[in-house]
């Protein structure tokens, strides 16, 4: 099992930044690639970014593309997502996820943590 707790959360206005925080626990050996997805109100949960959790080429959505950056400290178990030029269209809860090896989707996710941009 992997355990998941997003952190970064809150209220920013339009064009500024937030920095989201994943931390993960548990069998992060059996960890095949980490991402982040978002869902908006009345909207399906959509892939934000995602990284290869060994290291690699990072995806992106064309939505964020430019905008935010996902990084991660193997070693400390975290993964970031640095979001800047925010718009009112980002509002969402962002979710943390993990992929396991040998595994076609995403397993298991955090409690997600609300960020909401105003205009």
């Known amino acids: 099992q992997v355990q998941l707790v997003e952190s970064g959360g809150g209220l920013v206005q339009a064009g500024g930044s937030r920095n989201l925080s994943c931390a993960v626990s548990?069998?992060?050996?059996?960890?095949?690639?980490m991402g982040w997805f978002r869902q908006a109100p009345g909207k399906e949960r959509e892939f934000v970014a995602a990284?290869?959790?060994?290291?690699?080429?990072?995806s992106y959505a064309d939505s964020v593309k430019g905008r935010f950056t996902l990084s991660r400290e193997y070693f400390k178990n975290m993964m970031y997502l640095q979001m800047s030029s925010l718009k009112p269209e980002d509002t969402a809860v962002y979710y943390c996820?993990?992929?396991?090896?040998?595994?076609?989707?995403?397993?298991?996710w955090g409690q997600g943590t609300q960020v909401t941009v105003s205009s």
């Open positions: 996820a993990a992929r396991p090896a040998g595994g076609t989707s995403y397993s298991f």
């Open positions: 548990g069998r992060t050996s059996g960890i095949y690639a």
């Open positions: 990284i290869p959790w060994s290291g690699g080429v990072t």
